[in-house]
């Protein structure tokens, strides 16, 4: 077998992640467009705001007010908004509630936001916005702590340096960071750095939003990809960094809303060749996948023979799915309403992979029971035609 196809080898593993990553990012899309009811959701324009453009921090909402000063990365997420829609019924919510309650004392179906801001080496934050007062419990979390005041304020000031402190704004909020970050956030506040300043325009009540400016990342980046053995014939990994101004994923399960994700060049010519490389990529991924099906269908272990056939499925539905789509300076990898996917929207997308198999083979005789759903149906009739 070939090095680069050993199966514990990195180079296998890291070609498995590609194919992964590239799979995962096509089979939402086509279950939302199969549903009975799916509203297709066009491709989002290029937003009005980029990371060069200003916004009056005072109207943002609260979370862009406690972030780390010099962000290049802004995950925000809606906890209650989140658990508590019919398509996280399938999550153990009572359990991560209890759990929550007992060793924090914190609610998380109570948590309106939680914002994380990360900002180069080492620096952090994270607010959090109830719907009802909160009081952090004192234990474990809270054991390198000391009673102490800030501009008249008591809160819970770290004893270690990068270790967090722990402050509330107001009784319905709370705000962890390193001391000297809480200090800087509850000075006077300072002009908005653009990645906040997107952050605070664009912050629509999505379930989950993540920010990430890929040109202040870009020296650590660089700096981690110079110790990174990159995969023989996949050199031109390392010039995707240089590329990339920023990435921008969205998703929304609870809301009519778009899930997308999207990577921002630096212009249209590098959107361009970002394009063009991913693509190329990704062939040469299914390229070198396709070689070592073949050496697995030559074995005599019917169970290799039948992970062959499997890698060869997704293989196909990854031809199939994956179609990326340059906008301008924007690459779109994807888009979709994942609200019309119905309450097993999460389910569907998990569960594809599976589905496949069941209705093309059941395809050929006549079905009893109700109707099958969109997606099934629509597998059904692919197997039926072909």
Do not use: W
């Amino acid at each position: 077998m070939l090095p680069l196809l050993q199966r514990r080898s990195s180079s296998h593993q890291f070609l498995c992640m590609l194919l992964i990553t590239l799979t995962v990012a096509g089979p939402a899309t086509t279950v939302a467009a199969q549903q009975p009811n799916a509203r297709r959701t066009p491709v989002i324009e290029p937003r009005p705001v980029t990371l060069a453009d200003p916004a009056k921090i005072s109207d943002a909402p609260a979370g862009a007010r406690y972030i780390a000063p010099g962000a290049c990365v802004i995950f925000a997420v809606r906890p209650a908004q989140l658990l508590s829609s019919p398509a996280a019924e399938i999550l153990p919510t009572e359990i991560l509630q209890a759990a929550s309650v007992k060793e924090t004392g914190l609610d998380p179906l109570a948590a309106e936001e939680v914002v994380v801001s990360y900002s180069p080496p080492t620096s952090y934050a994270l607010f959090a916005r109830f719907n009802e007062k909160v009081q952090l419990k004192s234990g474990q979390l809270t054991a390198h702590t000391q009673p102490a005041a800030i501009n008249g304020a008591e809160y819970l000031q770290s004893r270690e340096l990068m270790a967090p402190s722990f402050y509330q704004p107001d009784p319905n909020s709370l705000l962890a960071a390193p001391d000297f970050i809480i200090k800087q956030l509850t000075a006077t506040k300072s002009a908005p750095t653009p990645l906040v300043a997107k952050f605070a325009a664009e912050s629509a009540h999505d379930d989950a939003l993540l920010l990430v400016d890929m040109a202040a990342l870009r020296p650590l980046i660089n700096m981690a990809m110079k110790n990174t053995q990159t995969p023989p014939g996949f050199e031109e990994l390392r010039t995707l960094p240089g590329l990339m101004k920023s990435i921008e994923l969205r998703l929304n399960i609870s809301r009519d809303a778009p899930t997308e994700l999207v990577l921002t060049a630096n212009n249209e010519a590098d959107a361009q060749k970002l394009l063009d490389t991913t693509q190329a990529l990704r062939d040469k991924a299914i390229a070198q996948m396709e070689t070592q099906i073949r050496e697995m269908e030559a074995q005599d272990d019917p169970v290799v023979k039948a992970t062959a056939a499997y890698q060869r499925r997704m293989n196909r539905r990854m031809q199939e799915s994956v179609q990326l789509e340059r906008q301008g300076d924007r690459i779109i990898l994807f888009n979709a309403n994942l609200k019309t996917a119905g309450p097993n929207g999460m389910v569907a997308v998990a569960t594809i992979g599976v589905r496949r198999p069941l209705a093309a083979r059941g395809a050929s005789r006549p079905r009893s029971g109700p109707p099958q759903c969109g997606a099934e149906q629509s597998e059904a009739n692919h197997a039926r035609d072909a």
